[in-house]
């Protein structure tokens, strides 16, 4: 078994495992997780519409090519859906010597996904019939700080989801609450970062995030300096609510084409690797070699407020959260100057600093167009898809480049 210590800081990414990859092919995602730092995939095991003999081959596959690539998973449960936990007791059982298992001070990690208390007791019903010692980090989406660290707490610590409708202010207040109590108890806290928010499939799962922009740049900063022991992105794949960090995707199981998940989020992958190695060091603060420089920009594709002209649905709750705005991250070595062209606005250029800086700038409609340049050196020149007046459905999802 693969072995951590529980105070090493790790960065995990929520793999779903219901959404495959196209070709069946788990090496691709692990060689890009790999490649920004990311320690193990968090398989999210269970969801909608679950064929279970078919999902159990695939964990089973996903654990295998683990072990061909040296890389590490762990179970997130998704209570959502496994009512059973002798799921939980036999798949844990099953992969507890796995070469891919990951480990911590001898104990198998386990975690879950869950909107409720699951329909078992933890510790009676699921850790004391594992055949192996087991670092629990149950999901919540309390914003109870104290109560998630009291005495009678399911496992090692708790692992906070972002929490739905909370704005960026108020994410952070818990955030504080929840490191201040991890440091009163000595318990462990895991804590989810999202790169964004957004579905449009149904009336009642039609939604934006309070957060808008902040939700991931901003909260990255801010979590450098709060130091939770492991931090968990949310997601690696999920396409139908827009949150993820790997390559774009389209068909979800049980939904119709999720049209908004064609957006390329490369930029939130590539920025995580100047974040994971900042948390890692136990930095404040973000630095930047110049082999790993980078500028980038994020923005929607269409204004917060425009219906799409043949869209049955509404505009997603937390809308107004939306910012017409384009969003330019550098992460820099050195100063050096930026260039933007959004559209059909007049370029807008700038003398960025060394280190970290996200700035938002009015967009236009047509091609963004990005450019960085020291002297003769080019360290960006980018152009993203266009912003349009209208489209024919609602996309509330982020091009990211």
Avoid: C
């Amino acid at each position: 078994m693969a072995e951590r210590t529980s105070s090493t800081p790790l960065v995990f990414a929520h793999y779903v495992l219901i959404m495959q990859p196209k070709d069946g092919d788990y090496s691709k995602d692990i060689k890009l997780a790999k490649q920004v730092g990311i320690d193990a995939f968090a398989v999210n095991y269970g969801g909608w519409d679950v064929d279970w003999t078919q999902h159990e081959a695939q964990l089973n596959r996903f654990y295998k090519t683990a072990e061909q690539l040296d890389f590490r998973l762990f179970l997130s449960i998704d209570t959502t859906s496994v009512k059973d936990p002798s799921m939980v007791i036999n798949l844990s059982n099953a992969y507890a010597s796995s070469p891919a298992q990951l480990t911590m001070n001898g104990a198998l990690v386990l975690s879950s996904f869950q909107t409720d208390p699951p329909a078992w007791d933890w510790q009676t019903d699921v850790l004391d019939r594992i055949n192996s010692h087991v670092l629990l980090l149950p999901g919540t989406l309390s914003d109870d700080a104290a109560a998630l660290f009291s005495n009678d707490i399911s496992g090692a610590g708790p692992f906070t989801w972002v929490h739905p409708s909370a704005t960026a202010v108020k994410e952070h207040s818990t955030d504080v609450a929840l490191a201040s109590e991890r440091d009163r108890t000595g318990n462990l806290w895991m804590a989810g970062i999202a790169p964004w928010f957004f579905t449009h499939l149904s009336l009642d799962k039609n939604w934006a995030h309070a957060q808008g922009d902040k939700i991931f740049v901003d909260r990255w900063s801010s979590l450098l300096t709060l130091k939770p022991d492991f931090i968990e992105i949310v997601t690696w794949n999920d396409w139908s609510e827009s949150s993820y960090i790997g390559p774009p995707g389209r068909s979800t199981p049980g939904t119709s084409d999720v049209y908004w998940a064609s957006a390329t989020h490369s930029a939130f992958r590539a920025m995580t690797k100047a974040f994971i190695k900042a948390f890692k060091a136990g930095r404040a603060y973000v630095t930047v070699d110049e082999a790993d420089e980078g500028v980038y920009m994020f923005y929607r594709r269409q204004p917060a407020g425009a219906v799409g002209t043949s869209d049955p649905l509404p505009l997603p709750s937390d809308a107004e959260s939306f910012k017409d705005k384009v969003f330019v991250v550098s992460l820099l070595s050195r100063p050096a100057g930026i260039t933007l062209v959004s559209g059909d606005s007049p370029p807008v250029s700038w003398a960025a600093p060394a280190g970290l800086e996200k700035t938002s700038h009015t967009w236009g409609y047509g091609a963004q167009v990005l450019q960085a340049r020291r002297g003769n050196k080019v360290i960006a020149d980018k152009v993203g898809a266009a912003i349009l007046a209208q489209l024919d459905m609602y996309d509330g999802n982020v091009v990211a480049v």
